[in-house]
């Protein structure tokens, strides 16, 4: 059974730094290209960042660029997102996706809450 | 970049009714890779629809899918209490950014 399961949401102050992950198993994490997608409070999903199986490749979405980082744990088979600077915008829902932007999303996490307020 | 539109916003249908989605995209989508994703409340998306019109596992057959090129179309048959949901359309299949559309919410 596929699952993945997100951590490190919470609420943090404008300008303020956070780090979610997302612990994967029932897939082999290594060679499987991940993403992030957030979903704003009554909003839609929007792609955030994307990951390649080695890592080696990274993708972000311009509202995030410069400010979150995304990376990865083969041995650990988790996957992280540093997110610096945040702001208001970024409150969202955050969840952890298997694959990129070549395969449909099979498979999501429930997914983490990130609130960004003073 | 590719842009999807979802229409209509929302649809009020009762139990029992055919449900018609449209999603449109602003380029055409190679290969038909176009997916469509259930979201019920609190709940994380589904998967229901890859490459236009395969059915992902689980997905009940009420559930199809068609289109090609610019215009894409999620029919469920006869809806379900459980049918009542948003339903988004993500292209797929090429470089980064992963495209969604704006969703369409089906109401009772």
Redesign the interface.
Known sequence: EVQLLESGGGLVQPGGSLRLSCAASGITFSISAM?W?RQAPGK????VS?ISGSGGST?Y?DSVKGRFTISRDNSKTTLFLQMNSLRAEDTAVY?CVK????????Y????TLVTVSS | EIVLTQSPGTLSLSPGERATLSCRASQSVSSNYLAWYQQRPGQAPRLLIYGSSSRATGTPDRFSGSGSGTDFTLTISRLEPEDFAVYYCQKYGSSPPLTFGGGTKVEI
Do not use: H, K
Not at chain 1, 44 to 47: A, C, I, S, Y
Not at chain 1, 99 to 106: E, Q, R, V
Not at chain 1, 108 to 111: K, Y
């Open positions: 993403s997608v839609g999903l929007e792609w994307a993708y979405a969840y694959g990129g932007s070549l395969t449909p999303s099979y999501w996490g429930q997914g």
